[in-house]
């Protein structure tokens, strides 16, 4: 007798806790990803025939070749299959795929989504399923097919006219907003400038004075003897000419998205955002986090309810909040809601001992964030006062915490110091009064998190690809990370120029965005992947025909040598990269003529110029290996040089014990 039913997950970070949830009536197995992709063949490698309506090309991984003969077992064992693979365009696609070689029927097999992996929401999506999205696989099927045009295309043609590794649709217009930041920065030129500091007190409270204008001028004072004349000039007694009170709400913070939360626990917790990512899926796939690959911030009314109740037993119902409608922007998708903990009632402090050190402190953020967001807005009581000397005015701000609300989660950013009986007539004695000399800060290199946010601000690539597409950048040796932000390189900057010369386009944030809408609009029908597909094509194939007949090739930059010399053959040793994962390495010049490598920190390098004996005749050259007639023997490398060596002597003479 078969399994009853068979669910077939994407991740298997999720099996064990799903086969928990569901019982032994259910049998839960996973594909680990994608099983089968475009393949590398015909014209262009494309993998897709573009003179046949764009057909397209698939092979199965070959790392799933296991996978797969397990998963088709299981499937003629099973009286029903249920494909549960993410909810999104990606896992909607990885679900058809799962259909066409596991030999199931894509119309009638029944899908289900969870938006968190827990036994509520587990056993009550196995219990409502619908069936595939024909239309949102086109649309991932389309951007696949447009990402291996766009992106195989550039790629070949900056290998061509560059020596660059690759380029494509998101990373060209990433790469751009690090390269435009930074000649920003390099060609900023600071001025100097002027600040009044002005301190004492009045009525009994210590108080700083704000310098405000000049002659009703409120630019900064680049005039030095300007500012030392204000300062000669201020009276010992100022008096107060303007008294206002104020009141100021501070709304809470909206939930996470993806994009947010990025930006948010990469600048906190000081990491990578792809570590963060990598976090996160571990928070999702065990069950404390909601799905992370988000850009909506609205929220479950199954959790905000209980939210909303347990705001009200811990803090007072005065603290709790109304829920902000979500708003979408012209790039949101909306189609999950935003990131949050699957329960209210699962605290921090209560998970603890259950995560690594790092895990806990995001899952924090992401718990006391959504409590925050949930509750009533901080209040403000202010009284601001304004002082006059001669031409120049001043205003000092007395503020007073009347309603914690949502910052009772952070007690240190509130002060309840009642406000002070200040009155227009009353003086300010001043008790300390000087001027310091600043400059003008450059703009500021991008954060991993920063850049996440502009990528999300413009459109460029979707919640998915966000931290992907920056770890590219650094495999590529296009930007690096320095002190917490990003730095494009000279290879990173030659290929965004070369880029924006010939194909500005791609490198525009909006051809991106606009692409991403061309997507969305296949996966609602309101056009079709061909007419997508062939518009793309043409215009991609008429800029890289006008590109060649415009561009010359740059010539390739000579790799950086160690100062080593290669035992096999002498010539001198290099840095390379390896292109799969960006790290460095060292080889012999001449390879692949001379197969020499090692790592970049091999122990041999201490010992490689060693281990290179001059040569006893000449003393300029240095015992290399050769093969001749008979096998291997050492010989110098001066060409005016014929002293020889058998590999035996030189292993008993020249090698140091």
Not at 3 to 18: A, R
Not at 44 to 54: C, I, K, Y
Not at 221 to 226: F, H, K, N
């Amino acid at each position: 007798m078969g399994y009853m039913k068979l669910v077939i997950l994407e991740s298997p970070g999720k099996t064990q806790h799903v086969q928990q949830y569901l019982g032994k009536d259910y049998l839960v197995m996973c594909s680990v990803g994608h099983i089968r992709d475009l393949a590398t063949n015909g014209k262009g490698r494309l993998g897709v025939d573009v003179d046949n309506g764009f057909k397209p090309r698939y092979e199965v991984d070959p790392n799933k070749k296991d996978i797969i003969a397990s998963l088709k077992k299981a499937v003629s064992a099973a009286d029903e299959v249920i494909l549960a693979t993410d909810p999104d365009r990606e896992g909607e696609a990885i679900a058809w795929h799962l259909t066409q070689v596991l030999d199931l029927d894509p119309i009638t097999t029944k899908r289900v989504t969870f938006n968190e992996i827990t036994k509520e929401e587990v056993t009550t999506k196995i219990n409502q399923p619908t069936v595939i999205d024909m239309n949102l696989v086109a649309s991932q099927e389309t951007r696949r097919i447009l990402d291996r045009i766009i992106g195989f295309g550039l790629s070949a043609w900056v290998q061509k006219y560059n020596h660059s590794e690759s380029a494509g649709r998101v990373q060209s217009p990433a790469l751009k907003l690090v390269c435009d930041q930074d000649e920003l920065i390099d060609s900023f030129v600071s001025e100097t400038y002027y600040v009044i500091n002005v301190n004492g007190h009045i009525n009994g409270r210590e108080c700083k004075l704000i310098f405000d204008s000049y002659k009703n001028n409120k630019d900064k004072i680049i005039d030095e003897a300007l500012a030392k004349s204000i300062i000669d000039t201020l009276p010992n007694e100022l008096e107060v000419v303007k008294v206002v009170k104020s009141k100021k709400a501070r709304k809470p913070i909206i939930p996470f998205e993806t994009a947010t939360l990025y930006t948010e626990a990469s600048n906190r917790l000081k990491c990578s955002t792809d570590a963060v990512a990598s976090m996160a899926q571990n928070l999702y796939q065990n069950g404390y986090i909601t799905y992370i690959r988000t850009d909506y911030t609205a929220l479950s009314p199954t959790f905000t309810g209980p939210a909303q109740a347990y705001i009200a037993e811990h803090y007072g119902k005065e603290y709790v909040g109304y829920i902000a409608k979500a708003k979408k922007d012209e790039f949101t998708q909306a189609a999950h809601e935003g990131i949050r903990p699957t329960s209210i009632y699962r605290t921090p402090e209560s998970v603890k001992g259950e995560l690594s050190t790092r895990e806990y402190q995001l899952y924090e953020l992401i718990y006391n964030h959504t409590l925050a967001s949930l509750m009533k807005p901080k209040e403000e009581e202010i009284l601001t006062i304004t002082i006059r000397s001669g031409d120049s005015e001043f205003h000092s701000d007395f503020v007073r915490t009347s309603f914690d609300g949502y910052s009772v989660l952070n007690k240190s950013d509130n002060d309840y110091t009642p406000l002070p009986e200040i009155s227009v007539g009353d003086h300010y004695v001043v008790t300390e009064k000087d001027y310091e000399t600043k400059s003008t800060e450059p703009p500021a290199h991008y954060s991993e998190g920063a850049l996440t946010a502009l990528m999300k601000e413009k459109g460029i690539g979707r919640p998915s690809t966000y931290s992907p597409t920056i770890k590219t950048l650094k495999t590529r040796d296009y930007i690096k990370s320095e002190k917490g932000v990003l730095i494009s390189t000279d290879k990173g900057r030659k290929t965004s120029a070369i880029l924006s010369q010939y194909f500005p386009q791609y490198v525009d944030t909006q051809f991106t965005a606009n692409m991403e809408d061309d997507l969305d609009h296949i996966g609602s029908k309101e056009t079709t992947s061909i007419d997508v597909l062939q518009t793309h094509y043409d215009e991609f194939q008429e800029t890289v025909t006008k590109a060649n007949e415009r561009a010359e090739k740059q010539p390739r930059e000579a790799p950086k040598e160690t100062g080593e010399f290669c035992e096999l053959c002498g010539a001198p040793l290099v840095y390379r990269k390896n292109k799969k994962d960006g790290t460095t390495f060292v080889a012999c010049m001449n390879y692949p003529k001379c197969k020499y490598t090692r790592s970049e920190n091999s122990a041999e390098s201490a010992q490689n110029n060693q281990n290179l004996k001059h040569c006893p005749k000449c003393d300029s050259g240095y015992l290399i290996r050769k093969k001749g007639a008979y096998g291997y023997f050492y010989a110098c490398n001066n060409p005016e040089c014929d002293y020889t060596q058998s590999l035996r002597s030189r292993k008993k003479s020249y090698y140091k014990k």
